[in-house]
């Protein structure tokens, strides 16, 4: 199984700073049809998840330019910029290039 | 809007069966394939099962094949989750999920499913 290594475990960040998670994956994640497939979720407290970023790079629908995500092969990183109080929770990584899809074990992002 | 509401959560003695259902509205159901995820408690996310729009194709990991079914009813813009044999480490939030690409695009609110004696 691809497994997704998230770090840090957890960031603690002052409003209006930046963030950034990384997420480095035991396999490369580009697929046979030249796409890749991993995608960051943020689950805000006692919320289910909700996307963030597809495809490495592409804002989901409504989700603020503030998150920018980047990387190819097995590195991979999420920028959070100028972070605003809605933006704590845990953030997942998630890959669906290779069977069965996995999650990385979460960053946990902290408002100081 | 897209939603998703998932029931039949509850608790259930280890090695009985469960059937869980999720209600989807505001989207062409049929178009899609959909998805099962769950997180036990304080932990991470793991994926279950997911179908295709006919129903014709399901994908599971190893730690459910087997023991878990995914079907949907197009008719009723439903997916189903019957879980059998169900063990201690199943106990977790269940998650419906749309799928787009392999990937989850929307998400229900979940449903808690505790194996317990």
């Known amino acids: 199984d691809v497994v997704l290594t998230q770090t840090p475990v957890s960031l603690s960040v002052t409003l209006g700073d930046q963030a950034s998670i990384s997420c480095r994956s035991s396999?490369?994640?580009?697929?046979?049809?030249?796409?890749?497939?991993l995608e960051w979720y943020l689950q805000k407290p006692g919320q289910s998840p909700q996307l963030l970023i597809y495809e490495v790079s592409n804002r989901f629908s409504g989700v603020p330019d503030r998150f920018i995500g980047s990387g190819s092969g097995t590195d991979f990183t999420l920028k959070i910029s100028r972070v605003e109080p809605e933006d704590l929770g845990v953030y997942y990584c998630f890959q669906a290039t290779h069977d069965p899809l996995t999650f990385g074990s979460g960053t946990k992002l902290e408002i100081k | 809007e897209v939603q998703l509401v998932e029931s039949g959560g509850g608790l259930v003695q280890p090695g009985r069966s469960l059937k869980l259902s999720c209600a989807a509205s505001?989207?062409?159901?049929?178009?899609?394939?959909m998805a099962w995820v769950r997180q036990a408690p304080k932990k991470g996310l793991e994926w279950v099962a997911t179908?295709?729009?006919?129903?014709?194709?399901?994908y599971y990991p190893d730690s459910v094949k087997g023991r878990f079914t995914i079907s949907r009813d197009n008719a009723k813009s439903s997916l189903y989750l019957q879980m059998n044999s169900l063990k201690s480490e199943d106990t977790a939030t269940y998650y419906c999920a749309r799928v787009e690409d392999w990937y989850f695009d929307f998400w229900g609110p979940g449903t808690m499913v505790t194996v317990s004696s």
């Open positions: 179908i295709s729009t006919s129903g014709s194709r399901t």
């Open positions: 505001g989207f062409t159901f049929s178009n899609y394939y």
């Open positions: 396999q490369s994640l580009e697929y046979s049809d030249g796409y890749t497939y």
